[in-house]
């Protein structure tokens, strides 16, 4: 049994009125100084399956984001977070190529996480330019969907 469920489209930025991307590249640069790009438009599919045989029930989150660099000859990083109960099934950018760094990650503080951390780093070459990353994560285990932790029962 497989169910599509809480598809939704966030815009992250303004009505775009048909403006050319490098003018929206300059208003979003002067609005936010310190930021290399923006997420222009992000959309996230989750998906619920559940296993008859193993009576579990599975997440895979789909999403695509497309990025507006606002500054030319700059490095893009962002990072998508997993654990041992999930893993990043695919990650791709769609218009070049991107360095991928996987590892632990350890909040400072923290003596054991099973936390992990992948980092995408691609180059953006002139201001306006949208790139789309679009990636899919796996989770095993429904409980591990949020943040919030839940019971056996």
């Known amino acids: 049994m497989r169910c599509v469920c809480l598809p939704f489209l966030l815009i992250l930025m303004q009505p775009l009125h048909a403006q050319p991307n490098s003018e929206l590249a300059n208003q979003y640069a002067a609005k936010y100084k310190n930021q290399d790009a923006v997420i222009k438009n992000s959309t996230t599919?989750?998906?619920f399956s559940f296993d008859k045989k193993e009576q579990t029930m599975s997440v895979n989150i789909a999403s695509s984001l497309q990025i507006l660099t606002l500054k030319a000859n700059k490095n893009i990083i962002f990072g998508i977070e997993f654990n041992n109960n999930s893993r990043i099934a695919r990650a791709k950018l769609l218009e070049g190529k991107f360095f991928q760094t996987c590892g632990d990650y350890?909040?400072?503080g923290i003596f054991h996480s099973d936390d992990k951390l992948c980092t995408y780093k691609f180059d953006s070459k002139n201001s306006g330019e949208i790139q789309t990353f679009v990636y899919e994560k796996d989770i095993s285990d429904v409980r591990y969907y949020t943040k919030?932790?839940?019971?056996e029962q």
């Open 148 to 151: 919030q932790y839940f019971t």
């Open 45 to 47: 599919t989750v998906t």
């Open 106 to 108: 350890r909040p400072e």
